[in-house]
């Protein structure tokens, strides 16, 4: 079955889709009771909320897919927050003849992502348009962060150590693989964070700063962070994990590890003695394996590299368009 | 990297750096040369004496202005729509650029592969495409497998304007002015061509020609190359990238491209009309061409100096719209578009000490 206009209209064809395919997935008592709005107990703590479109093409891709996508950016933001993720609305804009099966597949690997980083989806919306069988999803999410949790992009302090949760520029080179035809080993690293984040909490890690390194990559993240801060930072090359298959890909094109996007790896900020323990945490949760220390915040402005044969060289923030559609 | 690689790194690192011969004016022909030279470090390393020089290694920065304005005029006649490489859509034409073509209602779309463009005309077959076919050897055997599978698949709605061109004879031209004290050559050329062609080039002018690799340690390597060899005078061909370039380059793509192109005079920005510098489509295959000969006209916006940075004439810093009146975000002259032109990556990839 193709999805059609009147899949949208708000009838009976539109009560079966959401019946058969998203109430089929995503189980959650407030979402059975089919109401205009979620009502949800007041948390303790503050509520933290977020927001993200998702557009990626493809749909569907080596390691993900759009739905993965739409849950993983959404509570990575709220972890990024120091917020454990408690709820999400899911929307959906539909084109007119895009595979029923398809939805079914990408809403079922919503439901199990959700599943994984432990939110509950509680609100939903569909629409159909005319276009080509694509479809886009916008999520908010909604999380509780316990008092005493204080970070920020303001935050790094002369001395940070800078951790990465693992190798750069899987998702993008899977995307522009894809999109390119090229055949290829490579698969997103699309995953949701929320426990990585949350072990750094539990283990009393003085964490200063936690970003997702998502579009424009490390380099662009790591100089919006100094900016904020009012500090510089100084990374190491031969200190940066990057996979064979995403060096490789770099070879071919002439892409920078640095500025490609990542959909599962953070960018963590300590205080040097905290830091050999918060490495070991990161590397002993789920997807930190390949985490490492991999530069420093120093007074001052701007980003540096320290390049594998010695020398200094600039690090600048993506300019341009970078890749269309890769989230 | 092993003990014995990583003190080979540093011998060749130090060796550059410690250079104090006669100044050298070196000149990597390649565009991503141009950019790993920056993103690796290594071009950091150099001393004063060593002068590296951007070459006119950037397809899209060569590219004469009517081409650009062809693919314009193009884009507005009905049911046509230009396809090209994204890095392409910006380059200012004489009256604009494709984007702008696209905001006054042009039809103008881009690709990441060719192959897609066909799906698109074989989904849309009222509408003729036109693709913007440009590059170097690396890049003909894709645009020889384009014309086989629009010739396979039988589609009437694609045609190609190409602006193919070939790089010894630029290399040839750059010899004669006699600036040049030695050259690294285009890796990615030398896979297809072999290293082989470059050899004339070092006997006719006796200069050094360095066929390079792309990471730091092959970098390393053909730079000290490069610098040895210039500074004792030598002539001769040297190849630095042996894991990918044979001496006879691949042969079965030299052939590919032989059997669909052949060779046409072509208009370089900054070096002018070179004789058989082209690829254009051969008889049996011209009726997928779209016109592409004699687009031999090319003015630069006034003031602009790209032609200029193309030959190694001056840096991109020594241009006086240089990050002042052109930047990657209002780009005037095509060096400063594509993501292989010498004037972007000197600007977008921060401070270069030289």
């Given at each position: 079955?193709?999805?059609?206009?009147?899949?949208g209209?708000?009838?009976v064809?539109?009560s079966?889709?959401i019946k058969n395919?998203?109430?089929?997935h995503?189980?959650?008592p407030?979402l059975?009771?089919?109401?205009?709005?979620?009502?949800?107990p007041?948390?303790e703590?503050?509520?933290?909320?977020?927001?993200?479109s998702f557009?990626?093409?493809?749909l569907?891709f080596a390691g993900?897919d759009?739905?993965?996508?739409s849950?993983?950016g959404?509570?990575?933001?709220?972890?990024?927050m120091?917020?454990?993720?408690?709820?999400l609305t899911?929307?959906?804009i539909l084109?007119?003849?895009?595979?029923a099966d398809?939805?079914?597949?990408?809403?079922?690997s919503m439901a199990?992502?959700?599943d994984?980083a432990g939110v509950q989806?509680?609100?939903?919306?569909?629409k159909?348009v005319?276009g080509?069988?694509?479809?886009?999803i916008?999520?908010a999410?909604?999380g509780?962060r316990?008092?005493g949790r204080d970070v920020?992009s303001?935050?790094l302090k002369p001395g940070d150590?800078?951790i990465?949760s693992?190798?750069?520029?899987?998702h993008?080179?899977?995307i522009l693989?894809a999109r390119m035809?090229l055949?290829?080993?490579?698969?997103?690293?699309?995953a949701?964070l929320?426990?990585m984040v949350?072990?750094l909490?539990?283990?009393?890690i003085?964490?200063?700063?936690?970003?997702d390194v998502t579009?424009g990559?490390?380099?662009t993240?790591?100089?919006?962070?100094?900016?904020?801060?009012g500090?510089?930072?100084?990374l190491d090359?031969?200190?940066l994990?990057v996979?064979?298959?995403?060096?490789?890909?770099?070879?071919?094109?002439g892409?920078d590890?640095?500025?490609m996007?990542?959909?599962?790896?953070?960018?963590?900020?300590?205080?040097e003695?905290?830091?050999a323990?918060?490495?070991?945490?990161?590397k002993?949760?789920p997807?930190?394996?390949?985490a490492a220390v991999?530069g420093?915040v120093?007074?001052?402005?701007?980003v540096?590299?320290?390049t594998s044969?010695?020398?200094?060289?600039?690090v600048s923030?993506?300019?341009?368009e970078g890749?269309?559609?890769?989230? | 990297?092993?003990?014995?690689q990583?003190?080979r790194?540093k011998a060749?690192?130090?060796?550059?750096?410690s250079?104090?011969?006669?100044?050298?004016r070196?000149?990597?022909v390649?565009?991503?040369?141009t950019?790993m030279?920056?993103?690796?470090?290594v071009?950091?390393l150099?001393?004063?004496?060593?002068n590296?020089l951007s070459g006119?290694?950037?397809?899209?920065?060569v590219t004469?202005?009517?081409?650009i304005d062809k693919?314009?005029e193009y884009?507005?006649?009905a049911?046509?729509?230009v396809?090209?490489f994204?890095?392409m859509?910006?380059?200012?034409?004489?009256?604009?650029?494709l984007?702008?073509a696209r905001?006054?209602?042009?039809?103008?779309d881009?690709?990441?592969?060719p192959?897609?463009?066909?799906?698109r005309a074989e989904k849309?077959?009222e509408t003729?495409?036109i693709?913007?076919?440009v590059?170097?050897?690396?890049?003909?055997?894709?645009?020889?497998s384009?014309v086989d599978?629009v010739?396979?698949r039988?589609l009437r709605?694609v045609?190609?304007l190409t602006?193919?061109?070939?790089?010894?004879?630029?290399m040839?031209t750059?010899?004669a002015?006699?600036?040049?004290?030695?050259?690294l050559c285009?890796?990615?050329?030398?896979?297809?061509i072999?290293?082989?062609?470059?050899r004339?080039?070092?006997?006719?002018?006796?200069?050094p020609?360095?066929?390079g690799?792309f990471?730091?340690?092959l970098?390393?390597?053909a730079?000290?190359?490069?610098?040895?060899e210039?500074?004792?005078?030598?002539g001769g061909?040297?190849?630095e990238y042996p894991?990918?370039?044979r001496?006879?380059?691949?042969q079965k793509?030299?052939?590919?491209?032989a059997?669909v192109?052949?060779?046409g005079n072509a208009c370089?920005?900054?070096?002018?009309?070179l004789r058989?510098?082209?690829l254009y489509?051969r008889g049996?295959y011209?009726?997928?061409?779209?016109g592409?000969y004699?687009?031999?006209?090319?003015?630069l916006?006034?003031g602009?100096r790209?032609?200029?940075?193309?030959?190694?004439d001056?840096?991109?810093r020594q241009?006086?719209?240089?990050?002042q009146?052109c930047?990657p975000?209002h780009?005037?002259?095509?060096?400063m578009?594509?993501?292989?032109?010498?004037?972007r990556?000197y600007c977008?990839?921060?401070e270069?000490?030289k």
């Amino acid at each position: 079955m193709k999805i059609e206009l009147r899949h949208g209209a708000g009838g009976v064809d539109t009560s079966r889709l959401i019946k058969n395919i998203f109430a089929r997935h995503f189980h959650s008592p407030v979402l059975d009771r089919m109401e205009d709005g979620a009502v949800l107990p007041r948390p303790e703590g503050d509520i933290v909320l977020t927001t993200d479109s998702f557009v990626v093409q493809p749909l569907e891709f080596a390691g993900g897919d759009i739905g993965r996508l739409s849950v993983c950016g959404t509570v990575n933001d709220l972890s990024c927050m120091g917020a454990q993720p408690r709820y999400l609305t899911a929307a959906f804009i539909l084109e007119e003849g895009l595979e029923a099966d398809l939805l079914e597949r990408i809403v079922a690997s919503m439901a199990h992502t959700a599943d994984e980083a432990g939110v509950q989806i509680v609100a939903g919306d569909t629409k159909v348009v005319e276009g080509n069988g694509g479809m886009f999803i916008n999520t908010a999410g909604c999380g509780v962060r316990p008092a005493g949790r204080d970070v920020s992009s303001a935050n790094l302090k002369p001395g940070d150590q800078l951790i990465l949760s693992g190798t750069l520029g899987d998702h993008h080179g899977t995307i522009l693989s894809a999109r390119m035809n090229l055949a290829s080993s490579l698969k997103s690293d699309c995953a949701p964070l929320t426990g990585m984040v949350e072990k750094l909490f539990s283990g009393h890690i003085d964490v200063h700063t936690i970003r997702d390194v998502t579009r424009g990559g490390l380099a662009t993240v790591l100089c919006e962070l100094a900016e904020a801060s009012g500090c510089s930072a100084e990374l190491d090359e031969e200190a940066l994990p990057v996979s064979e298959g995403v060096r490789a890909l770099c070879g071919i094109l002439g892409l920078d590890p640095l500025t490609m996007g990542n959909e599962g790896k953070l960018l963590i900020a300590v205080p040097e003695p905290d830091a050999a323990r918060a490495l070991q945490i990161v590397k002993s949760a789920p997807y930190g394996e390949n985490a490492a220390v991999i530069g420093e915040v120093k007074p001052g402005k701007g980003v540096a590299l320290k390049t594998s044969v010695g020398s200094m060289r600039t690090v600048s923030p993506l300019r341009g368009e970078g890749l269309p559609r890769i989230c | 990297m092993n003990p014995e690689q990583q003190s080979r790194r540093k011998a060749m690192a130090d060796y550059l750096k410690s250079y104090s011969g006669r100044p050298l004016r070196l000149m990597e022909v390649c565009g991503t040369h141009t950019s790993m030279l920056y993103r690796t470090g290594v071009r950091a390393l150099l001393p004063n004496e060593i002068n590296m020089l951007s070459g006119p290694g950037c397809p899209v920065c060569v590219t004469p202005t009517n081409y650009i304005d062809k693919l314009v005029e193009y884009s507005f006649k009905a049911n046509t729509c230009v396809l090209s490489f994204g890095d392409m859509l910006s380059v200012p034409g004489s009256e604009t650029s494709l984007l702008g073509a696209r905001a006054r209602g042009g039809h103008v779309d881009f690709f990441y592969a060719p192959e897609q463009a066909l799906d698109r005309a074989e989904k849309e077959p009222e509408t003729t495409f036109i693709l913007a076919a440009v590059g170097f050897e690396t890049t003909a055997p894709v645009w020889v497998s384009v014309v086989d599978a629009v010739l396979k698949r039988k589609l009437r709605n694609v045609k190609l304007l190409t602006a193919l061109k070939t790089m010894p004879f630029a290399m040839d031209t750059l010899c004669a002015t006699g600036k040049i004290d030695g050259f690294l050559c285009p890796g990615h050329v030398a896979v297809i061509i072999g290293s082989e062609a470059f050899r004339p080039l070092a006997e006719k002018w006796g200069r050094p020609m360095v066929v390079g690799g792309f990471t730091a340690e092959l970098l390393l390597a053909a730079l000290a190359r490069l610098v040895h060899e210039s500074s004792c005078g030598r002539g001769g061909l040297w190849n630095e990238y042996p894991s990918y370039v044979r001496p006879e380059g691949n042969q079965k793509a030299q052939a590919a491209i032989a059997r669909v192109f052949q060779p046409g005079n072509a208009c370089w920005r900054g070096l002018g009309v070179l004789r058989c510098s082209g690829l254009y489509l051969r008889g049996k295959y011209a009726q997928l061409d779209a016109g592409s000969y004699g687009l031999d006209d090319d003015h630069l916006p006034d003031g602009c100096r790209c032609g200029d940075v193309l030959t190694g004439d001056i840096n991109p810093r020594q241009c006086p719209f240089f990050n002042q009146k052109c930047t990657p975000d209002h780009p005037i002259g095509a060096c400063m578009v594509s993501s292989e032109g010498a004037c972007r990556i000197y600007c977008v990839e921060g401070e270069i000490s030289k």
